[in-house]
């Protein structure tokens, strides 16, 4: 981009909307509790999925632990084991991921990045943490409520999740299921607000084809989010009434403990069915926001312009619109019409083109970039090699006839973590790294930011790379151990042992990271406003931290789009997005 | 690659070039996507969206549990008719109801009208009309719901066929029921505004401390038509299929 002055009219047209008056914490409960402000809800949300996040961590170690050594923890019977994989699979994706990424970054960034004071509806959007928390509590108190946590598997199948003999069939699946229904509620009230603010509250200036991609991803996901969690929303509900009213939705008629039960005619692919039309989904939801940041922090840190960022607004939107159409590759393996398979693998492979476009952007715009192997960096590049990985896995598992004998296997644990655990887990850290010195003020550790990054890096190829290997060998997944087989090689049980060490060491690598946020909250390097010479609007506010309302007395004015680095005869090699053009005597 | 974005916003907005040019230059401009709709219209509008796809969910789900069951399924005809004068009437109630909550719409609609035009005591008065013409809907599904409870239907079976019927119905008209209810307590509530005079005064609201605007009375008829919508689809996909 070359600074072009134009005509006397210059580049931005003249308010359309007027300012907004923001409601003013008058009390303590008002300002840091029942905050309005989208920077403390944020804040707020972040830390609540933090927290929930490290409980999903334990269980997952707990589970390591038993494939690991079958047999010798006697507190993880094989009904706890399938509490684990529930819980684990349900917080992390749902939680911890969908909540840090819309609620935490979204809530954070979308009005810093557009230009706006707060989010349109700032008293909607403190509702919406509110009732996430309670989503959060409710999943929580399951863990002590008679007979423990459902441990149905995360995608809560029926018939079995509500047959007895399933582990938390009385309570647990109850409370999950209200759960689920209470963070829908609330994400909806917070999805709204990002999609409202990002269409209808951008400063003078910021076109859509301004917004940094970001912002592209987060609301992108935000929409799907809105559109694809009423499926869930709706199955949830069907199911809670199967277990409570004695309905039949979901329910054949089925003979359970020897007694013919009360259940007739219902369709359990129908829950699949709404469960995936979430469940895929939600899959980009979780990636759409990372493709965003990652292309930020790339830019950013490799001082060069996004290659091609209309190609990638499109294929932002093209990969959202996509992702609602492939649910059933998910369910090869429950039986459908061979015509079905065909349109589904080919909408599945076609969600390549897009993906791989992006990923041959980012590299093409670290191509003779200015690179910074900053820690944000680190994680960004980390990103992209794992995204690449898993999603080489996906091509595999698309294919109905690949996909077929793999689907029970560890291939697919690994291809999903791989894809949709590591990739995306690598941009929440890359993000923080970056966003923490606007956050608090303050630098986090750059010695103990490298430290988490290579063994979290190293260690989650140490933990999922042996998983694809087990899943060749025929490793099943969901058992909760092998015994003796005649097909698995006894090699596969140090291998076990191997992931399990790993999984450890990667855990505790996160404690490294959690000490250094609250150590660099009062020890850390001070940062000024703007420590990566970045362009966007977020690290030009007058104050760091930004204030309530974000940019003092009057609203920024944007000029050009985000990604002004390395122009040639400006100044510096970053020009400010609220930076008008320069007007040259030549 | 961004001249154009940059050179559409050169100047105001009605220098934008004609045709699907200038739709996609307005549609990407700055500041707002959709010019002259407040946020809070544009909010609306999206949640209605999400909301589509919830009752979309729910009429399909019923429509597969209506395929996959191998019980009969009742006819919807002779379950919901009244007997009126010795002669059993199908689906009179319904078509009551129907007819109610569609001329609800109709005087949601003049409250919109005299709203904008500042006329408050009318404006309220007609919110009141639409509110208690929801409120009689909801009436009368509660006496619906009673009659078939008496006659042994339940979310669990009922005399006639597959178990899924009654599970269908009472949650999707309790669904729906359920979001006339709040359409009707939202009525109330901006209907006691609007005859209070806090739109002409700009007062501002508890909760949000916003001021208020006539523009209220619009969006809660834009919910109040989408749940009249929603209900022509429960009507003819589970009363009349």
């Given at each position: 981009m070359v600074d072009v002055v134009r005509g006397a009219g210059g580049l931005v047209p003249a308010a359309e909307v007027e300012d907004v008056e923001l409601y003013h914490p008058k009390s303590w409960l008002t300002k840091y509790v029942f905050c309005q402000d989208a920077k403390v809800i944020a804040i707020q949300y972040s830390l609540t999925a933090t927290a929930i996040g490290l409980v999903a961590l334990v269980l997952s170690w707990l589970m390591r632990l038993q494939l690991a050594f079958?047999?010798?923890?006697?507190?993880?019977q094989a009904e706890n084991y399938y509490q684990f994989i529930t819980m684990h699979g349900m917080i992390m994706v749902i939680y911890l991921l969908t909540a840090l990424f819309l609620g935490g970054f979204g809530n954070y960034l979308i009005p810093l990045m557009v230009g706006a004071r707060d989010m349109v509806f700032p008293y909607v959007n403190m509702l919406s943490y509110w009732i996430y928390l309670l989503a959060v509590l409710v999943l929580v108190s399951s863990f002590f409520v008679p007979g423990g946590p459902t441990g149905a598997g995360w995608t809560l199948y029926p018939p079995q999740a509500i047959l007895s003999g399933t582990p938390g069939r009385d309570w647990g699946i109850i409370v999950m299921l209200v759960s689920l229904i209470l963070f829908i509620i609330g994400f909806t009230m917070g999805g709204l607000n990002y999609v409202v603010t990002v269409l209808q509250g951008r400063?003078?200036?910021?076109t859509l084809m301004r917004l940094p991609l970001t912002v592209w991803g987060i609301f992108t996901a935000t929409v799907m989010a809105l559109l694809a969690f009423p499926a869930l929303f709706v199955g949830a509900v069907m199911m809670l009434f199967d277990r409570l009213l004695g309905t039949s939705f979901f329910m054949p008629s089925l003979v359970e403990l020897g007694q013919r039960s009360q259940y007739g005619g219902g369709s359990p692919i129908l829950w699949q069915h709404l469960f995936w039309f979430f469940g895929h989904p939600e899959v980009y939801i979780v990636a759409l926001p990372a493709f965003g940041i990652v292309s930020d922090l790339i830019s950013t840190h490799a001082r060069k312009n996004i290659f091609g960022y209309r190609m990638m607004v499109w294929a932002i939107v093209g990969i959202g619109a996509l992702s609602f159409v492939v649910w059933a590759h998910h369910m090869y393996v429950s039986g459908m019409n061979p015509n079905f398979g065909f349109f589904f693998a080919t909408t599945t492979l076609i969600i390549a083109i897009p993906t791989a476009l992006k990923v041959y952007n980012w590299v093409l715009t670290l191509w003779r970039g200015d690179i910074h192997l900053t820690v944000p960096m680190l994680f960004a590049l980390a990103f992209i090699v794992t995204f690449v990985n898993g999603g080489l896995t996906g091509l595999f598992l698309g294919n109905v006839v690949v996909d077929v004998p793999l689907s029970g296997t560890m291939f697919v644990v690994a291809h999903f973590h791989m894809v949709m655990g590591v990739a995306p887990i690598l941009v929440v850290f890359g993000g923080i790294y970056h966003w923490y010195p606007k956050v608090t003020g303050r630098m986090l550790d750059d010695t103990l930011g490298r430290l988490h990054f290579w063994v979290t890096f190293l260690g989650a190829y140490a933990i999922f790379f042996p998983m694809h290997y087990l899943g060749l060998q025929?490793?099943?997944?969901?058992?909760y151990e092998l015994g003796q087989t005649a097909f698995i090689p006894p090699s596969v049980a140090t291998l076990n042992v191997f992931i399990t060490v790993a999984a450890l060491i990667v855990g505790a690598a996160q404690m490294v990271f959690l000490f250094n946020l609250v150590r660099s909250l009062s020890h850390g390097k001070e940062a000024g406003g703007n420590p990566w010479n970045a362009?966007?609007?977020?690290?030009?506010?007058?104050q760091t931290p930004p204030?309530?309302?974000?940019?003092?007395k009057e609203l920024p004015v944007v000029y050009r789009w985000a990604y002004d680095y390395s122009?040639?005869?400006?100044?510096?090699?970053f020009v400010p997005q609220n930076q008008p053009a320069i007007v040259r005597s030549a | 690659m961004m001249d154009r974005a940059a050179s559409s916003t050169l100047g105001d907005a009605r220098a934008r070039p004609p045709g699907w040019r200038g739709v996609a230059d307005d549609w990407s401009s700055d500041q707002r996507a959709f010019k002259n709709v407040s946020w809070g219209k544009v909010m609306m509008w999206i949640f209605l969206l999400s909301d589509t796809f919830i009752f979309s969910c729910f009429l399909l789900s019923y429509m597969t549990v209506r395929m996959s069951t191998t019980a009969p399924w009742p006819n919807p005809s002779e379950v919901f008719a009244l007997e009126i004068g010795g002669k059993p009437i199908p689906l009179i109630l319904i078509a009551i109801m129907t007819f109610i909550l569609i001329s609800s719409s109709g005087t949601m609609a003049m409250a919109v009208n005299f709203g904008y035009r500042r006329e408050r005591r009318t404006t309220a008065l007609l919110m009141l009309a639409t509110a208690a013409f929801g409120a009689s809907f909801v009436g009368m599904q509660a006496f619906e719901w009673t009659k078939l409870i008496g006659e042994g239907v339940r979310p669990w079976g009922n005399p006639w066929g597959a178990y899924q019927f009654g599970s269908s119905f009472f949650m999707i008209t309790g669904f729906h029921g359920t979001h006339v209810t709040i359409g009707v307590i939202f009525l109330l509530i901006m209907a006691h505004k609007v005859w209070r005079g806090d739109f002409d005064r700009e007062r501002r609201g508890f909760f949000t401390s916003r001021k208020g605007h006539y523009e209220i009375v619009e969006i809660t008829g834009l919910y109040w038509h989408f749940v009249d919508l929603v209900w022509v689809f429960i009507f003819a996909f589970f009363y009349l299929w």
């Open positions: 079958p047999g010798y923890f006697s507190f993880i400063a003078r200036g910021m025929g490793v099943p997944r969901r058992y362009t966007t609007l977020e690290w030009q506010t007058p204030a309530h309302g974000n940019w003092g122009v040639p005869g400006a100044d510096r090699d | -």
